[in-house]
């Protein structure tokens, strides 16, 4: 039985990776702010299997007592703070919960590791965010674009992303990181976009089936995977992924806000009016960003299997159920 620890473990997520490792057999120790965790597509049956933990990745003295109590063989790395939006007024947060906690977790697994030899596979969940304004040149963009963030929450993925990358070179820990770009599915709470409009459209089915969705820029194109595909790539990355390697987690495909807009109004069959909302819209963005998982593909054989309408019907689905 392989035992895995998953950070963020009752994140968006957190619930549907932590569900895959069940499935396979795994011993899950998850990590969260609360307890009881904040779980909503991870089922009472299964969350009742996890060995839940406390901790505060912030402080250095909570990441060791939750990795010296719970040695494992994979670690997900999967806490973070991840608005873009909330980073532009409040810079510091995401900067101290994406770098410096994993500053912390890595800290301690190297520790650890020149102790006793326990050496888990690290897997840090990173961000497309990082490409930034390359995006507007690199169509599709590959792992050796260059980095060139927007925003506070992107610089933090950056320095989380080289901090796992040099406890590689230098402590010779087994880290892989993903630069993971949009992804969607049931469970998705409504700070992004596309829960966001799942949630409105599902609002206006329940109230008549007619009604007004604010949307900041319906023409921003982004590259949206299912969350249970991605969940997929994590796992084959923590088996086959080269350590001290990034990889693009991303399906290749594009899809304007308003198409995703689209494709909810006709599931739920409903009718809307769209309103343009600047308050909505990002002060620095790119028109479109997509990547290319050709490396991911090469290393594991993942491909993306789930449709993007299915993923927003599964979305929609769950939002009712709610």
């Not at 308003?258 to 790119?286: H, N, S, T």
Request: aromatic share 4%.
């Amino acid at each position: 039985m392989t035992r895995s620890l998953v950070t963020g473990a009752d994140g968006f997520v957190g619930q549907h990776l932590i569900a895959e490792l069940l499935r396979r057999g795994d011993s899950v120790v998850g990590a969260v702010l609360e307890i009881p965790p904040r779980l909503t597509t991870l089922p009472e049956s299964e969350a009742a299997r996890v060995r839940w933990v406390k901790v505060d990745i912030r402080q250095a003295e909570t990441v060791r007592e939750l990795v010296r109590a719970h040695p494992v063989e994979r670690v997900f790395h999967l806490a973070a703070l991840s608005s873009v939006k909330e980073s532009l007024s409040d810079p510091v947060s995401p900067l101290l919960v994406n770098a410096v906690g994993t500053l912390n977790l890595l800290d301690e697994l190297e520790r650890l590791r020149s102790e006793t030899g326990c050496d888990p596979r690290v897997l840090i969940s990173g961000s497309a965010e990082v490409y930034g304004s390359a995006a507007m040149r690199c169509r599709p963009l590959t792992e050796d674009c260059p980095l060139e963030p927007l925003s506070p929450y992107a610089v933090s993925k950056v320095a989380q992303e080289m901090l796992g990358l040099q406890s590689h070179r230098t402590a010779g820990l087994s880290v892989v990181v993903t630069r993971s770009f949009n992804h969607t599915g049931p469970g998705q709470r409504p700070t992004f976009v596309a829960a966001q409009l799942a949630s409105r459209v599902q609002e206006i089915r329940t109230s008549g089936g007619r009604g007004v969705v604010k949307v900041g820029n319906p023409l921003v194109r982004r590259d949206f995977t299912d969350v249970r595909d991605a969940v997929r790539a994590y796992l084959a990355l923590s088996q086959r992924g080269e350590a001290g390697q990034v990889y693009n987690v991303c399906s290749g495909r594009c899809f304007a806000v308003g198409e995703l807009l689209e494709i909810l109004v006709k599931l739920a069959g409903v009718q809307v009016e769209v309103e343009q909302d600047p308050e909505r819209a990002r002060p620095a963005d790119v028109p479109e960003m997509v990547g290319s998982y050709a490396r991911l593909s090469e290393a594991t054989g993942w491909s993306p299997t789930i449709d993007i309408r299915q993923s927003l019907a599964d979305l929609l689905a769950w939002q009712e159920q709610g």
